[in-house]
């Protein structure tokens, strides 16, 4: 049984219960401890692009119930990695590590009409990072030799 199924299915209302709902709390009230991160309170580059990815992501969410959490993750994502240059170094390592993947192609681009719901934009109306996503996954061939 595959860790979806295991989630959705089998174990669906204990997750729900037990997992998420307590994981989103605490994570919500002790992101809040934290000091809002700001264009003008941060100095580090990178801090300034998250401020603005998250900005531009919390733009489109459409989720009131979900909302509190993705400015948790927000906050402590940017302070963590404002502050601590061990945790600021480790983002960047992911992120190399991901754009890697994304360089050979195996990174999946999101579906059609995705996000389905919960979306204050067309789903469909993508960028340039979309458009680069497809073209390294589905046409891998054009890019063996980079």
Not at 23 to 29: F, G, H, R
Not at 47 to 61: A, G, P, R, Y
Not at 73 to 85: L, N
Not at 126 to 135: E, W
Request: hydrophobic share 35%.
């Amino acid at each position: 049984m595959g860790l979806r199924e295991i989630i959705l299915q089998d174990k669906r209302q204990y997750f729900i219960d037990k997992v998420k709902k307590p994981l989103m709390k605490a994570l919500i009230v002790l992101a809040n401890r934290y000091p809002e991160p700001t264009l003008e309170n941060t100095t580090h580059p990178n801090d300034h692009v998250w401020i603005q990815v998250w900005d531009k992501f919390l733009k489109m969410e459409d989720n009131p119930q979900r909302e509190p959490l993705f400015r948790a993750i927000r906050k402590v994502m940017i302070c963590e990695s404002s502050h601590d240059p061990y945790y600021r170094d480790r983002i960047q390592v992911l992120l190399e590590l991901w754009l890697e993947e994304v360089l050979k192609g195996n990174w999946k681009p999101r579906s059609l009409d995705h996000p389905a719901d919960c979306w204050r934009v067309d789903p469909n109306k993508r960028g340039k990072g979309y458009d680069f996503l497809v073209d390294r996954f589905y046409h891998k061939e054009k890019h063996d030799s980079d």
